[in-house]
């Protein structure tokens, strides 16, 4: 099985640094969820880290395409299905089912979303944001508009959380990691 240095070297060499950038945010979150939930953190992250691995370079096969490169390269069914899972009604009709899988398909859009509020911030930074801003902005569909509300919410209620609570979880872990994301205070 691959270990979290390899995994960051193939995110590399199918992406550039913006979605390199979503991946180790993703990552970050899964772990915080992971530790939370007594999961295995190494496991988890990896799945948030390589989850939008062929995205740059094969959009329109997203989600299948990693299936392949993940196959070739030794990864497990388990880690497979879970990254298969997050593009659910979207791109595959692999349902995200575990703990893990819809762990992932909650915090995918919002990290993006929590992302692009922290940097309209004067800050630029996630040390400082809170809920009620990630809220007003979610109401906003044009702000972020890439960032889906209805997989955000349907996330949410998958995991059996508020969407504020949701919100607070992925502000908190995307904290811990803000310098590698480029969010700390400035």
């Given at each position: 099985m691959p270990n979290r240095e390899d995994a960051f070297n193939l995110l590399k060499e199918y992406n550039g640094e913006a979605?390199?950038?979503h991946g180790l945010a993703v990552e970050g979150?899964?772990?915080y969820f992971a530790r939370k939930?007594?999961?295995?953190?190494?496991?988890w992250g990896i799945v948030g880290l390589l989850h939008d691995l062929d995205y740059e370079q094969f959009p329109d096969e997203h989600c299948h395409k990693t299936q392949e490169i993940m196959q070739k390269h030794g990864y497990s069914e388990e880690i497979i299905r879970a990254i298969m899972s997050h593009g659910w009604r979207i791109c595959t009709e692999i349902e995200p089912l575990t703990k893990m899988e819809k762990t992932l398909y909650a915090v995918d859009e919002l990290t993006g979303l929590i992302t692009a509020c922290a940097l309209v911030r004067p800050s630029c930074s996630v040390m400082d944001l809170e809920v009620k801003s990630v809220k007003k902005k979610?109401?906003?569909?044009?702000f972020a508009a890439g960032a889906s509300r209805e997989v955000i919410s349907k996330?949410?209620?998958?995991?059996?959380?508020?969407?504020?609570t949701l919100?607070?979880?992925?502000i908190m872990a995307m904290r811990e990691i803000a310098p590698s994301l480029g969010l700390e205070m400035h």
């Amino acid at each position: 099985m691959p270990n979290r240095e390899d995994a960051f070297n193939l995110l590399k060499e199918y992406n550039g640094e913006a979605l390199v950038t979503h991946g180790l945010a993703v990552e970050g979150t899964m772990r915080y969820f992971a530790r939370k939930a007594g999961e295995d953190e190494e496991k988890w992250g990896i799945v948030g880290l390589l989850h939008d691995l062929d995205y740059e370079q094969f959009p329109d096969e997203h989600c299948h395409k990693t299936q392949e490169i993940m196959q070739k390269h030794g990864y497990s069914e388990e880690i497979i299905r879970a990254i298969m899972s997050h593009g659910w009604r979207i791109c595959t009709e692999i349902e995200p089912l575990t703990k893990m899988e819809k762990t992932l398909y909650a915090v995918d859009e919002l990290t993006g979303l929590i992302t692009a509020c922290a940097l309209v911030r004067p800050s630029c930074s996630v040390m400082d944001l809170e809920v009620k801003s990630v809220k007003k902005k979610f109401k906003q569909p044009s702000f972020a508009a890439g960032a889906s509300r209805e997989v955000i919410s349907k996330g949410a209620l998958m995991l059996d959380v508020s969407l504020d609570t949701l919100i607070e979880d992925v502000i908190m872990a995307m904290r811990e990691i803000a310098p590698s994301l480029g969010l700390e205070m400035h």
